[in-house]
C-alpha cells in the first residue's frame, strides 16, 4: 500500500532530514488507491441510505473532557494515545481518537432526544491515536461509525451487526463476528471483584503490564496476550455466569436475530474491547483472511451498547445506544487480500484530441461543453502530438475519438472517429456534441440489449 507507515526511527524532529516526510504513522493517500476509497464510499452511502441512517460531519478537535468522560480515563486511549494541547486561548484540547463519544455529545448538544427514537446516524471520518504504527495500525486512519441512540432493543444490536458485516461483504470481504455481553454496570462490578479476587490469586505468574490492568482495569487483562496469560484466562470466572435474566434475555435475543438474518458468530467470553462505556453487547469483526503482520488476525471493526455514555456526559437517564465503527484502511488490506480491490484504471466514452494552437484554443472550450452534456469524455491538452493523443484514448477504451486541427478550425467543423473501425467523419462543429452524446448513448442501450 503507498505510504506504508515506516519503520521505528529516531523522532523526526531529533533527526535533520534534507527532504521533507510526513510524520511517523500519517501517510498519504494517493490517486492510486482512489478507486477503492470511492468504492468503499458508495458501499457506505447505499447500506447507511438503505438503513435509514443519517450522516454527522463531526469537528476533528473536541474538548479533552469529551473524550476523558466519555471513553474513561483508564482506558489505553485516554491514558497513552490521544494527541492533545492546549491552543492560544488556553483551552485543551484533543484530536478525536474516536467518534461515538463525539456523536454523544452532538446528541445531547442538538437536543436530538425530541426527534423520532432511535436517531441513527453514521459517519465516515478521519481518527488520531499515538500507537506504533505497524501493519494496518496507523496514526491517522479512517473509520465507517454507525450509531442509533435512543433505544435499548436487542434488535438493534443485532442490525447493526448485520450492517458491519453486510459492508465487509458488500465489499467482497468474508468476516465473522466474534461477540460476548458485558452487562450491565452493577453486574460488572460484582463480576470485575471476582476477577480480581482470582488474579489477585495468581498475582506472581502477571507481568509488569498485566499487574498494571489488575490494579486499574482489571477486565482488560482478559484481553491480555501476554504469556502465559491463555491458560490463566481458561480458568477465570466468566462475565456471562454473572449476568442476570434481563441481561440473559437481551443477549439470547440478540443472537436469535443474528442466526435469523445468517450472520455467522463465535461467542467469545474474552471480548471486553477497550472502551470504558459499553454495556451488554460487544462484537468485533474479524476477516476470515489473515491480514495482520505474520499472518495474525486484526480485527476489522468492532462495537457494542453504550446504554450508559449518554446520561454520563449529561443527557437523559436511560438512553439506550448501540454503536460499531470499521477501520477502513483494515478493510482494504482485506479486500487485497481477498482479491476484492477494484480497478483503478479510468476509462472513458469518448476523447478529445487536438492540433496545433488554435486548435487547443478552441478545444479548452469545446471539451467543456461535452462534460457539460453529461458525455464521459477524456483529454491530454498537454499533449501536441494526434498519435500521442489516440494512443491514451486507446488505453483509456474511448469509442470515440474527436479530432480538432488547425484546418477543422477555419472551416468550423471537427471530425468524429471510430475508434474500433478507424473510420472518420466530419462534421460541424456545432453539432458534435449532442451527435456524439446520441451516438454514445445507442451503442449503451445496444449493449445493453445484447447482454439481456
Ligand atoms: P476501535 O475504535 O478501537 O473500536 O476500533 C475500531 C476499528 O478501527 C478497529 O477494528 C480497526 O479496524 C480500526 N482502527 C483502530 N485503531 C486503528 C489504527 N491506529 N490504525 C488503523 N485502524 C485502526
Known amino acids: 500500500m503507498p505510504g506504508k507507515p515506516k519503520a521505528e526511527a529516531a523522532p523526526k524532529a531529533a533527526k535533520k532530514s534534507k527532504t521533507l ?8 493517500i494517493l490517486p ?62 484533543t484530536l478525536r481518537p474516536e467518534g ?16 423520532q427514537q432511535p436517531v441513527k446516524l453514521w459517519y465516515m471520518e478521519q ?24 433505544s435499548d432493543d436487542p434488535v438493534l444490536d443485532a442490525q447493526i451487526i448485520l450492517m458491519t458485516y453486510s459492508f465487509c ?40 503490564t498485566d499487574l498494571k490492568r ?7 487483562l482478559l484481553d491480555s496476550k501476554e504469556d502465559g496469560m491463555e491458560e490463566l484466562k481458561a480458568g477465570a470466572p466468566q462475565l456471562i455466569e454473572y449476568l442476570d435474566d434481563e441481561n440473559k434475555q437481551h443477549f439470547m435475543k440478540v443472537l436469535e436475530y443474528l442466526d435469523e438474518a445468517e450472520v455467522p458468530y463465535t461467542l467469545n467470553p474474552f471480548l471486553v474491547r477497550g472502551l470504558d462505556y459499553y454495556t451488554k453487547t460487544v462484537f468485533e469483526l474479524v476477516s476470515t483472511n489473515p491480514i495482520g503482520e505474520n499472518g495474525s488476525q486484526l480485527a476489522l471493526g468492532g462495537g457494542g451498547r453504550y446504554d450508559g455514555l449518554i446520561p454520563l456526559l449529561g443527557g437523559r437517564e436511560a438512553t439506550g445506544a448501540i454503536g460499531a465503527a470499521l477501520g477502513l484502511e483494515r478493510i482494504m488490506l ?15 466514452d469518448v476523447f478529445f484530441c487536438q492540433l496545433g494552437e488554435a486548435a487547443r484554443r478552441k478545444g479548452l472550450k469545446i471539451f467543456e461543453k461535452f462534460r457539460q452534456a453529461g458525455v464521459d469524455v477524456g483529454e491530454a491538452f498537454a499533449k501536441g502530438n494526434l498519435k500521442a493523443q489516440l494512443e491514451i484514448a486507446d488505453k483509456m477504451k474511448a469509442s470515440v475519438a474527436i479530432i480538432l486541427g488547425q484546418k477543422e478550425v477555419l472551416d468550423g467543423t471537427i471530425i468524429i472517429r471510430d475508434m474500433e473501425a478507424g473510420a472518420q467523419e466530419i462534421v460541424d462543429v456545432e453539432k458534435v456534441v449532442s451527435i456524439v452524446a446520441k451516438r454514445i448513448q445507442d451503442e449503451k442501450i445496444a449493449a445493453k440489449n445484447s447482454k439481456e
Open 21 to 28: 516526510e510526513t510524520l511517523r504513522g500519517f501517510r498519504d
Open 32 to 93: 492510486d488507491e482512489q478507486a477503492a476509497w470511492e468504492k468503499i464510499e458508495d458501499v457506505a452511502r447505499n447500506l447507511t441510505h438503505s438503513y435509514g441512517f443519517g450522516r454527522i460531519r463531526l469537528p476533528a478537535l473536541e474538548a479533552t473532557s469529551v473524550f476523558e468522560r466519555g471513553v474513561g480515563k483508564d482506558t489505553d486511549i485516554v491514558e497513552k494515545e490521544m494527541f492533545t494541547f492546549v491552543d492560544q486561548g488556553g483551552v485543551k484540547m
Open 100 to 115: 461515538t463519544a463525539q456523536v454523544a455529545r452532538a446528541y445531547i448538544e442538538h437536543g436530538m432526544l425530541n426527534q
Open 127 to 150: 481518527f488520531f491515536r499515538h500507537e506504533r504504527p505497524q501493519a494496518g495500525r496507523y496514526r491517522q486512519f479512517w473509520q465507517l461509525g454507525l450509531e442509533a441512540v435512543g
Open 169 to 208: 461483504k458488500d465489499l467482497g470481504v468474508d468476516t465473522i463476528v466474534n461477540i460476548n455481553s458485558l452487562g450491565t454496570p452493577a453486574i460488572r462490578k460484582a463480576y470485575i471483584s471476582e476477577l480480581t479476587k482470582y488474579f489477585k490469586g495468581h498475582a506472581k505468574k502477571l507481568g509488569e
Open 214 to 220: 489488575l490494579q486499574r482495569n482489571p477486565l482488560r
Open 334 to 348: 482485506a479486500m487485497k487480500a481477498a482479491g476484492s480491490m477494484p480497478d483503478n484504471k479510468r476509462t472513458v
